[in-house]
């Protein structure tokens, strides 16, 4: 064997290859007193009993082990950061308020139109080196920081380069329908027409991003433009995903769940027709309260989503403006308090839940054998522990393919 992690007190993994909704979401394994046996970078065999020997083992004293955790949705790679907001949000400025006089979205639009591919890249890399000593080993990313040709491909390059050379597991996902760019606000269709007609071909004959996703918003893209705008991905091989009722509620999750998206995202405003809708059409839900802390916002429904059998994810939605946190701990310990979920709902959803609707379920998101050996062994005695210990970071190791990484 390669590797062994033995002497663990407790194991907690959701189990399967799929998103856990309803009552599901809840059932996870608990197994005391296990070990965890990895070959090839996979897992063999996870639970109870007498270890084997092993090229490398890690003794747990005693920890909680659980597997690696997936940020399902983050705007990743960026020029510059936005704390010069802080001081307009104080004021009273809302988001919609900062993104329609230029700033916002647009403001990091200048800032990594500027920045050289190489910085963007360096960048990238430190903060993928942070999530991952925070336990975070899968990351979703988004582009839609450039907004023009060469400023998109440049990011979802950046991605590529970062995917091909870190530890962490990158997903990409192009997002051109983040904002329309100052240069076409007076003329929107062209810049829709660009992105279906110009842009997504570039981006598919590199083969740079496995899903598209949109911001579907008030002063940002209406309801009909975006599924015009998924569609047009869909044809290209993107599988849509949407920024959905984040701030108001004008039928973006019914949109979600039309346009066939994976997930839907942020979903705070989500009417119980869009909540249905989602269940039926088996879209996941990607809740960020992260975003809901640092805009000061309400919370989603979630309790209302898991009931209605909606599979529930939690990701950071790191971001410069909306969420500038990366560690994927804060939203789990919100998603407790905030959103009424059970530490092995929460788990759940930052694991499972979280690599479904990244299309990675298969592959990661649980301790089974056959499953990539993605691991974190947390510096808790259970699982409780974890989402309540908030404002620390409490990872101790993360095995990330087999190896020892933090
Ligand atoms: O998910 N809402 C749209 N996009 C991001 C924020 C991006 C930004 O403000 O830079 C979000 O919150
Ligand atoms: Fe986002």
């Known amino acids: 064997m390669d590797l062994v992690l033995k002497n663990i007190g407790l194991l907690a993994t959701p189990v399967g290859k799929t998103a856990k909704k309803g009552g599901e979401q809840k059932q996870i394994l608990l197994a005391e007193n296990a070990f965890v046996s990895v070959e090839n970078g996979k897992i063999v065999y996870a639970g109870q009993g007498q270890p084997p020997d092993a090229a490398q083992v890690i003794d747990c004293q005693g920890r909680l082990v659980t597997p ?35 700033g916002g979205i647009l403001e990091t639009v200048r800032q990594t139109r500027a920045a050289s591919e190489d910085a963007l890249y360096e960048k990238g890399a430190a903060l993928l080196k942070e999530m991952l000593a925070h336990g975070t080993t899968t990351v979703e990313c988004k582009s839609g920081y450039g907004l023009n040709l060469p400023d998109e491909l440049k990011q979802l390059r950046v991605a590529k380069r970062l995917a091909e050379s870190q530890a ?6 192009f997002m051109g329908a983040h904002a329309i760019p100052a240069e076409y606000k007076e003329n929107r269709a062209a810049f829709i027409e660009l992105l279906c007609g110009e842009i997504m071909p570039a981006v598919k004959a590199e083969n740079l991003a496995e899903f598209c996703d949109i911001f579907c918003e008030t002063a940002v893209f209406t309801p009909a433009e975006s599924l015009g705008i ?29 346009a066939g998206c994976i997930s839907a995202e942020h979903l705070i405003m989500a009417s119980d027709t869009g909540i249905r809708a989602l269940a039926e059409k088996n879209v996941a839900a990607c809740l960020l309260p992260a975003t809901s802390f640092c805009l000061d916002k309400n919370y989603a429904r979630a309790r209302d989503m898991i009931s209605a059998g909606v599979a529930v994810a939690v990701c950071t939605d790191f971001n410069p403006g909306s969420s500038p946190n990366l560690n994927l701990q804060l939203p789990m310990y919100l998603s407790c308090l905030k959103y009424r979920l059970t530490p092995a709902e929460a788990l759940t959803a930052v694991t499972l839940n979280a690599a479904a609707a990244i299309n990675r379920s298969g592959m990661v998101g649980s301790i089974e054998p056959g499953k990539q050996a993605d691991l974190v062994v947390w510096d808790a005695p259970d699982l409780e522990y974890i989402f309540y210990r908030y404002g620390s970071n409490l990872v101790r190791s993360v095995v990330k393919k087999g190896k020892l990484v933090v």
């Open 68 to 102: 690696g955790l997936v940020d399902a949705h983050t705007h990743l790679i960026f020029g510059g950061w936005r704390q010069k907001e802080m001081a307009r949000k104080l004021a009273g400025e809302s988001y919609l308020d900062i993104l329609k006089s230029g």
């Open 168 to 173: 962490v597991d990158l997903v990409p996902t």
């Open 230 to 258: 998924l569609a047009a991905a869909a044809k290209h091989g993107m599988v849509p995903k949407a920024h959905a009722d984040e701030i108001d509620p004008i039928g973006g999750a019914e949109m979600a769940a039309a």
